[in-house]
């Protein structure tokens, strides 16, 4: 059974950075792709980043580009949001999510989620 756990999330004041982190389990994963959604209250789940396994084709949103950064570390099976220059409309629950598929930016895309990590942008 896959597993995921998002860690990292916390306060921090705008213009400041933060790593996500999402610890993948239960599966070889040298097929599937992986994705970081976020979703602020009231508001739907959106696509923040998108990255095969192999590393090799990432995908990012215009809102985020330039910002955040998807990497993998595949000897420790886990999944990093380096995310810079956050802005307080950045606070949302960020999620981990994976797919044995292609890199997707649709929510339907993904078979698998993590809890979520909170993170806070004070202004």
């Known amino acids: 059974q896959v597993q995921l756990v998002e860690s990292g999330g916390r306060l921090v004041q705008a213009g400041g950075s933060l790593r996500l982190s999402c610890a993948a389990s239960g599966r070889t994963f040298s097929s599937y792709a992986m994705g970081w959604f976020r979703q602020a209250p009231g508001k739907e789940r959106e696509f923040v980043a998108t990255i095969s396994w192999s590393g090799s084709s990432t995908y990012y949103p215009d809102y985020v580009k330039g910002r955040f950064t998807i990497y993998i570390d595949n000897a420790k099976n886990t999944v990093y949001l380096q995310m810079n220059s956050l802005k307080p409309e950045d606070t949302a629950v960020y999620y981990c999510?994976?797919?044995?598929?292609?890199?997707?930016?649709?929510?339907?895309?993904?078979?698998?989620w993590g809890q979520g990590t909170q993170v806070t942008v004070s202004s």
């Open positions: 999510a994976a797919t044995p598929r292609s890199p997707t930016v649709d929510i339907r895309g993904y078979d698998y």
